[in-house]
């Protein structure tokens, strides 16, 4: 009894004191003298909690303000910031049409972590097995007898023609439905070996707040990455909020048929018709976009092409890139700066010297970013 007793003392002087503070809040919006306090408050009392009223009131319009509040201050932040405020401000001489108001992310590395190996790829890898089942013969031959030993030594020495091939197992000969049934089905149970999570938690809140900002200032956010288009598809909406029709990616064929109802369908090829990487991501633009951008974010040399069509245009651009250098939150990985070598998202010091030339702006994930994932504390 006497513990309740406490707690509800407690709680009555809590109560008691948000009251007292909200009543102050409300003096100082209304500018009446702080002498109508006065004589509910104590002179030592209205003075805390008047300084306290103002802080909170300061820290609360700061936090509504601020359209990217998981970034340091600093020239990334500001950049992006003075491009969309003078690229849709009216009267503004840099103003932009809405109508053209494109913005374009590559998705490994720049929207989400893309070591120690492209999420994709690992899904195929472990799609091997699922096919080994229904085609035994496989289980003999190579490589997807070096994927099925398990041989984590061995798989990373495949060569680029071995992964080609697992890609075209892996990723056609079903409907475009059956796929995105199998597609879901591995998000929702495969974990990230790092971090223990979903691969969709992996998302970078920084750049979730980049796109959530220039959509609410009319821009038209769309993925131009080098991973499956029909694969990116399956999630984009839900975990960035990009329709799958804004997704421009690498795209292979289909053929049309019907199945054993009669149901019209499509069916996946082994047949590339886009390779939506380096001088494939604007001619991908072009053809599915039709619009260059005004804005476009990448993180390797895949990205290059991209940054350079986009910043050719007339009017405002900007074109940025995201640097991992951040070893403990996330990882640090270049060549770039001195960093270490990578055969994943490869960030050359040609690539930055030319960032550095030609005016695009260096997002450092160590210096400019305050938390990298929504679950950080």
Not at 105 to 125: K, N
């Amino acid at each position: 009894m006497t513990l309740v007793c406490a707690r509800l003392t407690l709680v009555q002087r809590q109560a008691g004191a948000k009251s007292r503070l909200s009543h102050i809040v409300e003096i100082y919006k209304s500018g009446k003298p702080m002498n109508l306090a006065s004589r509910i408050f104590p002179t030592s009392r209205v003075i805390a909690l008047a300084l306290g009223a103002l802080l909170l009131l300061g820290a609360q319009a700061h936090a509504q303000t601020d359209p990217l509040p998981s970034w340091h201050d600093g020239p990334a932040k500001q950049a992006i910031v003075t491009f969309v405020k003078e690229t849709t401000e009216p009267g503004s001489a840099k103003f932009v049409p809405p109508a053209e108001r494109i913005a374009t992310f590559d998705q490994d590395g720049t929207l989400w972590v893309e070591q120690p190996m492209y999420s994709q790829v690992i899904y195929c890898l472990e799609r091997v097995s699922a096919i080994a089942k229904d085609k035994p013969g496989l289980t003999k031959v190579e490589p997807f007898k070096t994927v099925l030993s398990g041989d984590r030594q061995a798989i990373a020495k495949l060569s680029k023609n071995d992964l080609f091939k697992i890609l075209a197992a892996t990723l056609t000969g079903m409907t475009v439905e059956q796929f995105q049934t199998e597609v879901k089905q591995w998000l929702d149970t495969a974990r990230d070996p790092r971090w223990k999570r979903p691969y969709t938690d992996l998302t970078y809140l920084p750049m979730q707040e980049v796109m959530k900002y220039l959509r609410e200032h009319g821009y038209k956010t769309y993925m131009v990455t080098g991973g499956g288009q029909d694969f990116v598809r399956v999630y984009s909406e839900q975990v960035y909020g990009i329709p799958p029709e804004q997704v421009v990616g690498s795209a292979g064929s289909t053929q049309f048929g019907y199945g054993p109802q009669g149901k019209p369908m499509l069916t996946k090829e082994p047949k590339l018709l886009l390779n939506d990487n380096d001088a494939g991501k604007p001619e991908g633009i072009h053809l599915m976009i039709g619009r260059r951008p005004h804005i476009a974010f990448g993180n390797s040399t895949g990205d290059r092409q991209m940054l350079e069509y986009t910043q050719a245009g007339d009017g405002a651009r900007l074109a940025l890139l995201v640097l991992h250098d951040d070893a403990q939150r996330e990882y640090a990985y270049g060549p770039a700066e001195g960093l270490p070598d990578t055969k994943v998202g490869t960030f050359t010091q040609a690539l930055y010297n030319e960032a550095k030339k030609d005016g695009w702006v260096i997002i450092s994930m160590k210096k400019d970013w305050k938390r990298i994932f929504a679950f950080d504390k």
